[in-house]
Nanobody
């Protein structure tokens, strides 16, 4: 059974930092690409960051590039999102995502955690 459990959200002042964690289980973490998404009220869910299983290559959304860093700890089957220089527009629910794929790479199923609220406000 796949489980994704996010933690680390909260209230932070503009310019502050937070680190989100996503503990995973139920699949082979070391061979899987992982992603963080976010969704603000009334808006679509958008990609924040992604990390590949091979070489740990990272990509970031334009809005967070240079401020956020995604990492992973294979021994703990956990991914992290270090968020610096936070802005009010970063306020959203942040979700961890795992896509199970078939042998040719097509997505079979999207798995999501429950989300963790990040609020950036003075």
């Amino acid at each position: 059974q796949v489980q994704l459990v996010e933690s680390g959200g909260g209230l932070v002042q503009p310019g502050g930092s937070l680190t989100l964690s996503c503990a995973t289980s139920g699949f082979t973490f070391s061979g899987t690409d992982m992603s963080w998404y976010r969704q603000a009220p009334g808006k679509e869910r958008t990609l924040v960051a992604a990390i590949t299983s091979v070489a740990g290559s990272r990509t970031y959304g334009n809005a967070v590039h240079g401020r956020f860093t995604m990492s992973r700890d294979i021994s703990k089957a956990t991914v992290y999102l270090q968020m610096n220089s936070l802005k009010p527009e970063d306020t959203a629910v942040y979700y961890c995502n795992y896509k199970s794929r078939d042998l040719v790479g097509r997505v079979i199923h999207d798995y999501w955690g429950q989300g963790t609220q990040v609020t950036v406000s003075s």
